[in-house]
């Protein structure tokens, strides 16, 4: 693994623990999204590590994790889709106002839940 691969997932595994602390005081937004952006962090190291660049913009890493994951047969097939899923924390706790902004303790659990498997699948990858 190169230092800049596991320098990303050094992060990813920060925003990991950034979102558990943050849901045990029960600020379920702000959680979900750092549970957005381990796999976000994660996602750059794979992309690092296979092609040598990162990706600059969050669609420019969904779209380069997928064309890499396709080849990856060792990798979860869900970790694309959670990656894409994962981004509608991220938007809400940007730019959410109103009911449609709501996110439960039950789904920042579920998204860092996921998120770790998605950490710890792609570390073992690599």
């Not at 800049?4 to 050094?10: F, G, V």
């Not at 706790?93 to 860092?112: H, L």
């Amino acid at each position: 693994m190169t230092p800049e691969s596991r320098a990303w997932l050094n992060k990813a595994h920060s925003d990991l623990d950034e979102a558990a602390k943050i849901a045990a005081i029960g600020l379920a937004r702000a959680a979900a999204r750092s549970a957005c952006f381990a796999a976000f962090h994660a996602a750059q190291a794979l992309i690092v590590e296979r092609s040598g660049k990162t990706a600059k913009t969050h669609s420019g890493v969904r779209a380069k994790f997928a064309e890499i994951a396709r080849s990856e047969s060792q990798l979860d097939r869900t970790f694309s889709t959670f990656l894409a899923q994962s981004y509608k924390y991220k938007e809400i706790g940007d730019y959410g106002i109103g009911p449609e902004a709501a996110i439960t303790s039950a789904d920042a659990a579920d998204a860092i839940a996921r998120a770790t498997r998605f950490v710890e699948g792609i570390e073992k990858l690599l």
